[in-house]
Nanobody, 122 residues
Framework: QVQLAESGGGSVQAGDSLRLSCVAS????????VGWFRQAPGKEREFVAG????????YYTDSVKGRFTISRDNAKNTVYLQMNSLKPEDAAVYFC???????????????WGQGTQVTVSS
């Protein structure tokens, strides 16, 4: 089992930055790929960014490329999502998820956090 806990959400203005953290406990976290997903009210959960177990491979959905950066510190069992130049359309509950292989598809992930709210006002 892997337990995940997100933090760092909040209410910001358009153009501001936030850094989300996903802290893991339980089984060896460094063996897992991690994805960030988000879900806005009335919308399906969507993939945002993913990172391999080593951190050597990262990938993003097109709408956040150049603005968001995913990274990880396996010594701290933590994955980060640095979000810059936030837009109102980025507002959502953000979730981190862990899986042995990683994917853009939420159904592939075995473990999920409870989410952290990000609100962006124009």
């Amino acid at each position: 089992q892997v337990q995940l806990a997100e933090s760092g959400g909040g209410s910001v203005q358009a153009g501001d930055s936030l850094r989300l953290s996903c802290v893991a406990s339980g089984r060896t976290f460094r063996n897992y790929a991690v994805g960030w997903f988000r879900q806005a009210p009335g919308k399906e959960r969507e993939f945002v960014a993913g990172i391999s177990w080593s951190g050597s491979s990262t990938y993003y959905t097109d709408s956040v490329k150049g603005r968001f950066t995913i990274s990880r510190d396996n010594a701290k069992n933590t994955v980060y999502l640095q979000m810059n130049s936030l837009k109102p359309e980025d507002a959502a509950v953000y979730f981190c998820a862990a899986d042995q292989y990683g994917s853009r598809f939420s159904g592939k992930y075995d473990y999920w956090g409870q989410g952290t709210q990000v609100t962006v006002s124009s």
